[in-house]
T-cell receptor, first 111, second 116 residues
């Protein structure tokens, strides 16, 4: 079973929509949950991270973790065309904190 | 804002040739990393480097790969004898600590390597 699973999409939504991006994971040792955004021809950049179950909000972005289901989500409110990118979930494990990435979900927000 | 830079942006090489990918990490960072992303697949960790030595490496990072910090600014990845399956985007990253996720890894824009 793969450690981190993510639907590659693409997910296409109209501007202003609420977007839900999801990942599942199999390793119960994961304690930190991160979301990266990757624009075309760029490296990933850290968007948000959270340690525990529940919600964390940062502007239009909300990260949600359900450890009992091994399921994490990223919600984007009032989506903008500038949000069009690939969103990668990642979970570091062990003492080295090297992240294990999901495949990424491609998001397209059209005007 | 400081950023990680990588050169070249694209490299085409023949199978069996050596390639060196170059990175300039953010100047006050102490930890350096290489990742790769084969087209359509996940970003995969290759190696981390601290205090002039490898601190961790993945199964992908075999004897064909090596890393070096030849001076105070550059960090390089060498692939000694390239194979077709080495074709990928290679990302360099740097951080000022290892206590992720607080001490964020900053990624460069990548070098796209194509092995023919």
């Amino acid at each position: 079973q793969k450690e981190v699973e993510q639907d590659p999409g693409p997910l296409s939504v109209p501007e202003g929509a609420i977007v839900s991006l999801n990942c599942t994971y199999s390793n119960s040792a994961f304690q930190y949950f991160m979301w990266y955004r990757q624009y075309s021809r760029k490296g990933p950049e850290l968007l948000m991270y959270t340690y525990s179950s529940g919600n964390k909000e940062d502007g239009r972005f909300t990260a949600q973790v359900d450890k009992s289901s091994k399921y994490i989500s990223l919600f984007i409110r009032d989506s903008q065309p500038s949000d069009s990118a690939t969103y990668l979930c990642a979970m570091p494990s062990g003492g080295s904190y090297i992240p294990t990435f999901g495949r990424g979900t491609s998001l397209i927000v059209h005007p | 804002e400081p950023e990680v830079t990588q050169t070249p942006s694209h490299q085409v090489t023949q199978m069996g040739q050596e390639v060196i990918l170059r990175c300039v990490p953010i100047s006050n960072h102490l930890y350096f990393y290489w990742y790769r992303q084969i087209l359509g697949q996940k970003v995969e960790f290759l190696v981390s480097f601290y205090n002039n030595e490898i601190s961790e490496k993945s199964e992908i990072f075999d004897d064909q790969f090596s890393v070096e910090r030849p001076d105070g600014s550059n960090f390089t990845l060498k692939i000694r004898s390239t194979k077709l399956e080495d074709s990928a985007m290679y990302f360099c990253a740097s951080s000022d600590g290892m206590r992720a996720p607080q001490e964020t890894q900053y990624f460069g824009p990548g070098t796209r390597l194509l092995v023919l």
